[in-house]
């Protein structure tokens, strides 16, 4: 059975009106990022298949566009929107934690992993701050993050349809990666293996976060004085 957090259960926990609209607001951007993800993924494979009958010959005589290149510029587009929509959906983490319990302004630009990990710490919520730490390391995080940070700072990697390789499928070239932090280089494949970050670490993070809250606040009110 999949996890799945409660959103009135996670807002009741904040009593400030601003910050419960912008806790809404984070969590309902979590299900909207995962629609985009499943809308780009499926538009990269639709743009993908078309690409290799372009090459050929082989389209639908129907078919208006004829060029190769413009289904190559397709699915390259909805690759890296894919991969953008889903780091923004992880990344929204460090936000939804300052907004439960960090000190930071709402809307502070410094919210990051470590001002995340930092406000759990001083919550004793040493799990929790166990869960970043085990994301930071994981490969697929590694090169989703360098991923994003390249294509959106300095420059679009390759992406080599494979179309005169033999392969046939999609891949990054690892040399456009700093470090060498490309572990799974075939495109679909990196599509499918980020993507399963999302329940393991997200959904289950804000749930267990949200138990963690209710049951410190529920302890604390059982202990004040009538």
């Not at 090459?55 to 890296?80: D, I, R, W």
Request: hydrophobic letters at 35%; a neutral charge; proline letters at 4%.
């Amino acid at each position: 059975m999949k996890i799945q957090f409660n959103k009135e259960d996670i807002l009741a926990l904040i009593n400030d009106i601003d910050k419960r609209e912008k806790l809404k607001l984070a969590l309902d951007s979590i299900v909207r990022h995962q629609l985009y993800c499943k809308f780009h993924y499926e538009e990269f494979n639709k743009a993908f298949n078309f690409h290799g009958l372009a090459m050929f010959g082989e389209l639908p005589s129907e078919t208006e566009m004829k060029n190769p290149q413009y289904y190559c510029c397709v699915f390259e587009s909805h690759a890296f929107a894919f991969f953008r929509a889903l780091h923004s959906l992880i990344e929204s983490v460090p936000y939804i934690v300052n907004i439960l319990i960090g000190r930071e302004k709402v809307e502070s630009r410094h919210l990051n992993w470590e001002t995340a990990k930092n406000s759990l710490n001083k919550r004793g919520a040493y799990t929790l701050e166990n869960y970043i730490i085990k994301l930071k390391n994981e490969p697929a995080y590694k090169q989703l993050d360098n991923l994003v940070n390249i294509s959106k700072h300095r420059r679009l990697p390759q992406i080599d349809s494979g179309v005169f390789s033999g392969h046939a499928t999609a891949k990054f070239i690892n040399k456009e990666f700093d470090y060498n932090t490309c572990h799974e280089l075939s495109v679909p494949a990196f599509m499918e293996e980020s993507y399963q970050i999302i329940e393991p670490f997200v959904v289950k993070f804000v749930f267990e976060l949200a138990e963690y809250l209710g049951q410190s606040n529920s302890h604390s009110h059982s202990h004040k004085k009538p």
